[in-house]
């Protein structure tokens, strides 16, 4: 069973100073959003506030279209996991499973028998008469989420859940979750300040700065089409490049490309993923392609980040330089100064209004 979570015009304030303004978010049952954003932004304080840890100043949360203001935590048919798996250091592990059942009065063999189930989930029954001191970071957070998963939640609240594991026990961790999601089916809110990690695990995200959602969309329409110069920020995206648009066609020192049919008039950032870019082999013809000198290389491992000067040696230096950041696999024999063409799939392309 899962719920349907909205938020409407949530704020709260401590003392004179807001740290959620008007945050307003649907999530539709068994769907997962993350809430991302840098530290401080309000993320925790969102989480708290939907699991009836806190109280917002204004606005109400919603769970299937009831209003939660009155229903205490334990009442809310949502479970909370933290960073910290904060176990109880003096049950074995079945037990800690077994806790919720206990204290609602099933009988130890019941309870421990149910949590057998959700220790198997999280691959984990082996362990079960382990004394918790003696597991790892990655089994604690197993341990920890076979327990919230044990309350049988119809929302799962997640905390930053593996910010303080290794990326392989990491992405034994996503898979996890996707076990989870496939089993339980339960609606999730994840919170994040690691942009890949929302987009791994949840279907939307709504990315958060200083209490405020910038944007809630999918995790392309985030990363390719996103509402506001920070949003691209936020979420890695390199490239900005000042201009104008005029009918559906942004002008900069990257000359005249095509945006989305519907940007706006006006002075508009232009907005394309490294990623969406390639560098094209010289003599190869087809799309339009724009170039520019080798600034630089920042290796990223398999990949390699180039970038790419363009407009410099524009004769009439009207529309001024801009450097372009182009992903690429490998490592490609540039050197700096020399002469490249850099594709571009146009409908990748995408104005933001500058402000
Ligand atoms: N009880 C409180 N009293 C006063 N200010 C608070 C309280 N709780 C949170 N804040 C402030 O609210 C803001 C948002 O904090 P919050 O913990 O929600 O951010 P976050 O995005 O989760 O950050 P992080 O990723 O570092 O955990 C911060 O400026 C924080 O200092």
Request: glycine content about 10%; aromatic content about 2%.
């Amino acid at each position: 069973m899962s719920s349907g979570l909205e938020l409407r015009a949530v704020s709260r304030s401590f003392g004179s100073t807001g740290v959620l303004h008007d945050v307003s978010l649907t999530v539709p049952p068994s769907r997962c959003v993350a809430l991302l954003g840098a530290s401080g932004s309000g993320k925790s304080s969102l989480l708290r506030i939907i699991a009836g840890l806190d109280t917002p100043s204004g606005g109400e949360v919603l769970a299937d279209g009831a209003d939660l203001a009155a229903v205490p935590v334990e009442e809310r048919g949502m479970a909370l996991v933290f960073q910290k798996a904060l176990l109880f250091p003096h049950l074995n592990v079945v037990d800690n499973v077994a806790f919720a059942a206990r204290m609602a009065g099933r009988r130890r063999s019941v309870a421990r028998q149910q949590a057998m189930e959700f220790l198997d989930l999280v691959q984990l029954a082996d362990y079960a008469r382990r004394p918790v001191g003696t597991l790892s970071g990655g089994q604690e957070q197993r341990v920890a989420l076979a327990r919230a998963l044990a309350r049988q939640p119809r929302i799962l609240l997640l905390d930053e859940p593996f910010a303080s594991l290794d990326v392989q026990l990491r992405q034994d961790m996503y898979a996890l979750i996707d076990h989870i999601r496939a089993q339980l089916a339960p609606t999730v809110v994840v919170v994040t300040h690691d942009r890949q990690e929302a987009s791994i695990l949840a279907d939307s995200i709504a990315v958060l700065d200083e209490g405020r959602i910038l944007q809630h969309g999918t995790v392309h329409q985030i990363h390719y089409e996103p509402a506001t110069q920070q949003v691209n920020n936020l979420l890695g995206g390199l490239n900005a490049i000042p201009g104008v648009v005029r009918d559906g066609r942004h002008h900069s020192a990257l000359g005249v490309l095509a945006v989305q049919e519907d940007a706006v008039d006006g002075p508009a950032v232009l907005t394309v993923r490294q990623e969406a870019l390639r560098l094209v082999p010289s003599g190869e013809t087809g799309g339009p392609t724009i170039k520019g000198s080798v600034a630089g290389l920042t290796s990223l491992g398999a990949r390699t980040l180039v970038r790419i000067l363009v407009g410099a040696d524009d004769p009439a230096g009207s529309t001024g330089s801009a450097t372009l950041a182009v992903d690429v696999p490998g490592r490609p024999q540039l050197l700096p100064g020399q002469v490249v063409e850099v594709g571009l799939h146009e409908h990748r392309a995408w104005a933001v209004p500058q402000r």
